[in-house]
């Protein structure tokens, strides 16, 4: 009798921990979208709205606002990752006067001998 007793009892403290509210699952970051291709047209026009990929790169030292690519030598480093190239030799940063720096695109120009764009006009 006693056995059970104590089976019962077993049965309601389990159904008891199998009703209590569980927290929910976190939820799944959604990535955000690759930015819009850039033509170099739009890169002389300040009204064009770009996205700016923060990814770690760092501007060199006194380096004046404005888009450089790799081969400018205006950047120390280049960062972990832009949507949508494989090659930072390619890619367009923007640099900020404090230091500041992110990816807005990859351009094929930046691979030419003479690199554009380098920086402000």
Same mark, same amino acid.
């Given at each position: 009798? !006693?056995?059970?007793?104590? &089976?019962?009892?077993?049965?309601? &403290?389990?159904?008891?921990? +199998?009703?209590?509210?569980? /927290?929910? /699952? ?14 170099a +047209?739009? +890169?002389?026009? /300040? ?12 501007c !060199? ?14 950047h =120390?480093? *280049?960062?972990?990752? &832009?949507p #949508? =190239?494989?090659?930072?030799k390619?890619?367009? &940063?923007?640099?900020?006067? !404090? ?6 695109? =990859?351009? *094929?120009?930046?691979?030419y001998?003479? /690199?554009?764009?380098? #920086?402000?006009?």
């Open positions: 009798m !006693r056995l059970l007793a104590l &089976f019962s009892l077993a049965l309601v &403290f389990i159904m008891a921990h +199998l009703t209590m509210a569980n /927290p929910a /699952p976190a939820p799944i970051p959604i990535p955000a979208p690759d930015p819009a291709p850039v033509s +047209l739009d +890169l002389d026009n /300040p009204l064009v709205k770009r996205a700016c990929v923060v990814n770690g790169c760092k !060199r030292a006194g380096v004046k606002n404005g888009q450089y690519c790799w081969g400018c030598n205006a =120390s480093d *280049a960062g972990n990752w &832009f #949508g =190239s494989g090659d930072y390619s890619w367009v &940063f923007q640099c900020g006067d !404090r230091g500041e720096c992110c990816v807005v695109n =990859s351009l *094929a120009s930046c691979t001998a003479t /690199p554009s764009p380098c #920086g402000p006009a």
